[in-house]
């Protein structure tokens, strides 16, 4: 049981837009700490997609968006490409240890 | 740019320690946190603790009776020990340095099954 809920898939067809939760409490994200969002090709180790909430990091491209909003956050991604099928975690800090939501995979129909 | 790049045994047996060292080039340890984290075969990432430069510890609570994170400056390395391991240990293990408001910058990971 994962401190931050995701839903554990979603998907989309090439072009449209999706988004994936990331529902805390009081004590995480609701406390006031930073969100980051991490995508993982298969295989491979994550790669930060955004930190501190919705900044996100140069060679990301601008169809990822991300947001914060009291106790939750949300990934967003437009124009939704097949190279976009990945897993994507968000992460937080829950009294200065770090926590993880359990993952959701994006598939690209 | 920095790099992290983790070794060690890739089999360990149950009820011994798993010991894995993560070399850091191109950085050095300052003002940053130094994590291990992990990812069990098909599921999610597991935090299992980190160091902070100064040597100060914290870990997660449901591993912490378990685990030791060290530091050795001079080696520009940090370690990670699990001792009393089970199949639950089987994973691949992520080192990764956590900076303040930047996230996590993770090395490639090392797989360590725990089998007799």
């Known amino acids: 049981q994962s401190v931050l809920t995701q839903p554990p898939s979603v998907s989309g067809a090439p072009g449209q837009r999706v988004t994936i939760s990331c529902t805390g409490s009081r004590s995480n994200i609701g406390a006031g700490y930073d969100v980051y969002w991490y995508q993982q090709l298969p295989g491979t180790a994550p790669k930060l997609l955004f930190y501190?909430?919705?900044n996100r990091p140069s060679g990301v491209p601008d169809r990822f968006s991300a947001s914060k909003s009291g106790t939750s956050a949300s990934l967003a991604i437009t124009g939704l490409q097949a190279e976009d099928e990945a897993d994507y975690y968000c992460q937080s800090y829950d009294s200065s240890l770090m926590v993880f939501g359990g993952g959701t995979k994006l598939t690209v129909l | 740019q920095v790099q992290l790049q983790e070794s060690g045994p890739g089999l360990v047996k149950p009820s011994e320690t798993l010991s894995l060292t993560c070399t850091v080039s191109?950085?050095?340890?300052?003002?940053?946190?130094w994590s291990w984290i992990r990812q069990p075969p098909g599921k999610g990432l597991e935090w299992i603790g980190y160091i902070y430069y100064t040597g100060s510890t914290t870990y997660n609570p449901s591993l912490k009776s378990r685990v030791t994170i060290s530091l050795d400056r001079s080696q520009n390395q940090f370690s990670l020990n699990l001792n009393s391991v089970t199949t639950a240990d089987t994973a691949v293990y992520y080192c990764?340095?956590?900076?303040?408001?930047?996230?996590?910058?993770w090395g490639q990971g090392t797989p360590v099954t725990v089998s007799s």
């Open positions: 191109g950085g050095s340890f300052s003002s940053d946190y």
């Open positions: 990764a340095r956590v900076r303040y408001r930047e996230g996590i910058y």
């Open positions: 501190a909430n919705n």
